[in-house]
Structure formats: structure tokens, C-alpha cells
């Protein structure tokens, strides 16, 4: 058997259709298949590699890293500096409460720990989410999940979660004596780049605190720059009592993270103690290239680019078949009529070597969300692929 054809034998599959290609080596903002063959990533393995595809500083932290240790012990119990030296740099960059970091092995993980923990605090059950949001896929994650297609075929799902309209003001009105959490994306991904009012974060924010309900903000794919800001909030001037990270976290490598007040998170140590354990989390080689993914983000300054780079897409995206182009940095979707008009744009883009996406929730939308270290040269090249593509439907 060739290895496609082990890949759908033996490869636990999530879709009748994957895209299957076979990719051999990945650089910067580049993918090259089997065959030779080499495509702009525009999607940086869904909001992942922020700094690109094996970044040199990335790779020798991971390799330094190796050479001391590896796994050690379930996490939590022995000072392992990688863990260590990421979660301060980490809590150097967020706000004053935001100074205890739990490491997770993904996002989907970041949102389960965080739901544990607001019902430790609180005591109490009830949690309000949003519809078209995504927080994962396990069972927790997918009880808050805001889209009953997915939800369904799972249920019984927990108890006590109640969805409404982003940007909603009635919304507010759901929380109340009982609720322990609102979880939101601080920006909508999945529903295909949908951004708050900041009037209305200000008084979920508000609404939060006068009941004594916890705010989890989700930055799994908007954090580590996307959206022009190294955390979204900034931009909102919200700060959360929990945020969620992931995706762009690890540099390349596995890993999430919830990070919360000291005071917060000291609750998991009691009544019971180990009250939220995991053994592969904040694994020593993934914070280490974690780390050394931020300390590029920081270092190249690559965030500042994100606005102009934002903009040289924006220009260059127009032909009468695209209805819309809507974006928050570069966490960008390219709105036309159809899922179908969508399907028959991505194959053709990677058929001229443009890797592309849709959403979960606007299926009828273009994914854009590249390395934020991709050059205008790569950017204009894309986008010219895509218009082609356009033309030629």
C-alpha cells in the first residue's frame, strides 16, 4: 500500500474527504508536498505556527531542550524550568491578575480546567456561552459549543449551559446568582470572524462582576498577535478572570494553557487536593519551543506587521464573486454566496498551491490565516492565485 491509501486504513479518520496531501517539509510560510510540489500555507495549521513553520530559534530551543530531559513526572509536582521561564514570560505580558498559568496539553484541555475551576470557585453550575462559538471538542468543550449540528449526536451533554446571540445585550440578562462562568471568544473564529461591540464586552465585563460570575475569555486562535495585539482583550479594554490559549502557544508543539489569579487557581490544591491533574501537560520540549515562539513574536516585533499586512490583503481581495471580506488583523474570511461557490475556490487554490480552509460555522467563508511572518511578497502572490481562481470558475 502506498501511504495514502495506510492513511485511510489506519488513520482514525474526521471526514469522508480529507485533504490528504502529503506534506514532506514545511518552512516559513511553505509546504512541499511528496510530489515536489509547493503551497503558500494561508492557514498555518489553523492559527498554530504565528512564527512560521520551523523557525530556527524554535527548532534549536526544542533540540537544546531534548538534550536535558524530556518527561519527567506527572505535571505539577517537580520545577521544571521550561515550565517555569514560559509561565513567567507569559504573565509578564498580561495583566497584574492574570499571574498563575496552568499548563494543558491543548486548548480543547485549557477550556475543560477552566470549567472545573469556575464551578470550584463559585459553587455554582450554570454556565452561559454563545452561539457560533467554538471551545473543542471533548465533551465539556462541546457542551459549550454553540452550534446544535455539532452538539446533537452526543448528547446527554452537561447540564446547565445556557447559549445566546453574541453581541447580544439580552444575552446579559441570562446571567445571574447561579452562573459560574460566561465563556466567549474574545473574537469569534469559527463563525467566520466575528468581533464584539465594545460597548457590549464592557458590560458582559460589567455584568460579570456585579454577580459574582467568572469571565472566561477564549484566545485559542486570536491570541499571540492575530488580531493586531498580543491578547485580543487589549483591544477591548476587558481584562478576563480566566483566559484560554492554545493553537499559536506551543510554537508548533502541543500545548494549552488557562491562565488565571493566584488566588484562583490555589482552589484546585484543596477539598481535594490534585483537584485538576494531568501527566503530559506543559510538557518540558513544548514550553520550551513555546517559549522561544513568543520570545520571536516579541523579539521581531512581528505583531506591529499585522495591521499593514492586514490591509495588503484587504486591497488586493476584490472581484464581483466575493461578497465581503471581513477581519480582525490576519484572522481574515472571504465571504461568497455558497458553501459550494467556497469548496470549488479552496480546491482550485490548492490545486495552484494555496492551502485554504472554511469555518465551522460559515461554511460559505474563506479561511485566511497565515504565519503572521509572511512576506508581502508571498501575500500578493495568494492573492493572485485566489482572484485567478475566481476568474476561472
Known amino acids: 500500500m502506498n501511504q495514502r491509501e495506510l492513511f485511510l486504513k489506519h488513520v482514525a479518520q474526521t471526514s469522508p474527504a480529507p485533504l490528504a496531501l502529503e506534506i514532506i517539509k514545511a518552512e516559513g510560510s511553505r ?7 509547493e503551497y503558500i500555507d494561508l492557514i498555518a495549521g489553523i492559527s498554530v505556527c504565528n512564527v512560521g513553520h520551523r523557525h530556527p530559534k524554535v527548532v534549536e530551543a526544542i533540540k537544546q531542550q531534548v538534550d536535558q530531559y524530556m518527561h519527567l513526572l506527572v505535571y505539577g509536582e517537580f520545577i521544571e524550568s521550561p515550565q517555569v521561564q514560559y509561565a513567567k514570560l507569559l504573565t509578564d505580558h498580561l495583566p497584574a491578575s ?5 499548563f494543558t496539553n491543548s486548548g480543547t484541555e485549557a477550556t475543560e480546567g477552566a470549567m472545573k475551576l469556575v464551578k470550584r470557585v463559585t459553587g455554582r453550575t450554570e454556565i452561559v456561552a454563545f452561539n457560533n462559538s467554538y471551545h473543542g471538542s471533548t465533551q465539556g468543550a462541546l457542551s459549550v459549543m454553540g452550534d446544535e449540528y455539532w452538539r446533537n449526536s452526543f448528547r ?17 440578562e441570562l446571567i445571574g446568582s447561579n452562573t459560574a462562568c460566561v465563556i466567549a471568544e474574545t473574537v469569534q473564529a469559527e463563525a467566520g470572524i466575528n468581533a464584539p461591540l465594545k460597548e457590549w464586552i464592557t458590560a458582559l465585563r460589567k455584568r460579570c462582576t456585579e454577580t459574582g460570575t467568572l469571565l472566561i475569555l477564549d484566545e485559542i486562535q486570536c491570541g499571540f498577535g492575530r488580531n493586531g495585539s498580543m491578547w485580543a482583550f487589549e483591544q477591548f479594554d476587558v481584562v478576563p478572570d480566566i483566559l484560554l490559549l492554545g493553537k499559536a502557544l506551543g510554537g508548533g508543539m502541543p500545548l494549552g494553557a488557562f491562565v488565571a489569579s493566584h488566588e484562583l487557581m490555589w482552589k484546585f490544591t484543596e477539598n481535594p487536593v490534585l483537584g485538576h491533574i494531568t501527566t503530559f501537560g506543559g510538557h518540558p520540549v513544548c514550553c520550551a519551543a513555546g517559549m522561544a515562539a513568543m520570545n520571536v513574536l516579541l523579539e521581531e516585533e512581528l505583531v506591529k506587521g499585522v495591521a499593514e499586512k492586514e490591509i495588503l490583503f484587504r486591497t488586493l481581495l476584490h472581484h464581483p464573486k466575493i461578497e465581503a471580506v471581513r477581519s480582525r488583523g490576519l484572522m481574515m474570511a472571504v465571504v461568497f454566496d455558497s458553501f459550494e461557490t467556497n469548496k470549488k475556490v479552496i480546491d482550485a487554490c490548492i490545486e495552484k498551491g494555496v492551502l485554504t480552509d472554511w469555518f465551522l460555522f460559515a461554511s460559505n467563508c474563506l479561511r485566511i490565516a497565515p504565519p503572521l511572518t509572511i512576506t508581502e511578497d508571498e501575500i500578493t502572490k495568494a492573492c493572485k492565485m485566489i482572484i485567478d481562481c475566481l476568474n476561472e470558475l
Open 31 to 37: 509546504l512541499w508536498d511528496a510530489g515536489g510540489k
Open 98 to 102: 492574570l499571574n498563575s498559568v496552568f
Open 156 to 172: 446527554p451533554l452537561l447540564p446547565g449551559v445556557h447559549h445566546a446571540d453574541y453581541n447580544s445585550f439580552e444575552a446579559l
